[in-house]
């Protein structure tokens, strides 16, 4: 039982190249959330996806797609890298059960250097 | 104004300290609250939930005041495995947006020997 996995760990990109973060959940959750961290932010979230079939922005959207392509998997990608998106990406699942307690798993988040 | 804000620290303490982190909220509609654990270059991982008559977990105890939307946690006994980043965490519940949280920034704590 893997939990959340992210792939790759870590890349650098140059700006204007675009590239697909990828995330799996073995967990059986319907929510997966992406976010990104930056030193004095806090995590934000970017996209969400409550359900299989159905995804909604976060707080901080511009720049990214995503793709919930199954109930497993939820794709996060960068159309065209900026410097901006310099970051650390956490993808996180959770039953979603309705539940105010419901609990987010986190995967081993990748980092993303765009120069 | 952030939504979550927490003294950034570090907090530097010896082992067997009690040390306490102070995190407040602006949204009077926040419903859970939580608090994660960040070890450096890894993931968040839940620490305890809060609730409103407050909580122990071992060492940890977790305390909610929604009058003036403020949270905390208390560690006893600190140990050197206890350095990390602690995040306080909110939920706001609304419509089909629940399970939305908001992190603070993390409140640095190093244990030293």
């Known amino acids: 039982n893997a939990g959340v996995t992210q792939t790759p760990k870590f890349q650098v990109l140059k700006t204007g190249q675009s590239m697909t973060l990828q995330c799996a959940q073995d967990?059986?959750?319907?929510?997966m959330y992406w976010y990104r961290q930056d030193p004095g932010m806090g995590l934000r979230l970017i996209y969400y996806?409550?359900?299989?079939?159905?995804?909604d922005k976060g707080e901080v959207p511009n720049g990214y797609n995503v793709s919930r392509l199954n109930k497993r998997e939820f794709s996060l990608r960068l159309e065209s890298a900026a410097p901006s998106q310099t970051s650390v990406y956490f993808c996180?699942?959770?039953?979603?059960?309705?539940?105010?307690?419901?609990?987010?798993?986190f995967g081993p988040g990748t980092r993303l250097t765009v120069l | 104004r952030k939504e979550v804000e927490q003294d950034p620290g570090p907090f530097n303490v010896p082992e067997g300290a009690t040390v306490a982190f102070n995190c407040t909220y602006s949204?009077?509609?926040?419903?859970?609250f939580f608090w994660y654990r960040q070890d450096c270059r890894k993931e968040p991982k839940l620490l305890m939930s809060?609730?409103?008559s407050g909580n122990e977990d071992g060492r940890f105890t977790a305390q909610l005041n929604r009058a003036s939307q403020y949270i905390s946690l208390l560690i006893r006994d600190s140990k050197l495995s206890d350095s990390a980043t602690y995040l306080c965490?909110?939920?706001?519940?609304?419509?089909?947006?629940?399970?939305?949280?908001?992190f603070g920034q993390g409140t640095i704590l190093t244990v030293h020997p």
């Open positions: 809060v609730y409103s």
């Open positions: 965490v909110v939920n706001i519940m609304s419509g089909t947006s629940y399970g939305k949280l908001t």
């Open positions: 996180a699942s959770s039953e979603a059960r309705g539940s105010s307690t419901d609990t987010q798993y």
């Open positions: 996806s409550a359900s299989e079939g159905t995804t």
């Open positions: 949204n009077s509609a926040s419903q859970s």
């Open positions: 967990m059986n959750h319907n929510s």
